[in-house]
């Protein structure tokens, strides 16, 4: 296969594969990309800042207001006042924004491992297990 049907071929597979694990998020209709986008920043840094945040998801200031104040309402994150700096006050994930997001990761993986159990050959499963140092490669290229 020439490389321009091989890049073709794979998009559609892993947008298809991206689809099928998105549906196993049982919070999708609850939250929008960008919400889900801010949840992931947050696991990543214990506190940001929602200037910092807005930069990050790459939306206005305001934008980022509303989607912290529902994830608040949400119980998924909190505010916190700047010891330093009373007019900055830092967002991070609760605890119960943690368990939100191993809960859906736990969904998803089962539904993958699903997937493949019953749909995968042995020998397919091996031939994906070989696959997955490239697909690692293909992630991590900075090119």
């Known amino acids: 296969m020439d490389p321009s049907s091989l890049s073709s071929s794979l998009r559609v597979v892993i947008s298809a594969l991206h689809k099928g ?4 998020m049982y919070s999708v209709d609850a939250y929008s990309m960008t919400e889900i986008d801010t949840i ?3 696991l990543r840094n214990e506190m940001l800042l929602p200037s910092e945040l807005a930069a990050l998801t790459r939306v206005k200031t305001q934008s980022m207001s509303q989607i912290l104040k529902k994830l608040e309402d949400q119980g998924v994150i909190v505010r916190t006042p700047s010891q330093s700096d009373k007019r900055k006050v830092y967002i991070s994930i609760t605890p119960f924004g943690r368990e939100m997001v191993n809960q859906t990761k736990y969904d998803r993986e089962e539904w993958l491992k699903g997937v493949i159990t019953q749909s995968l050959t042995e020998e397919e499963r091996a031939l994906l297990e070989k696959a997955l140092p490239v697909l ?8």
């Open 21 to 24: 694990l998105r549906k196993q």
């Open 136 to 143: 690692h490669k293909l992630v991590e290229y900075k090119g």
């Open 40 to 42: 992931r920043h947050l």
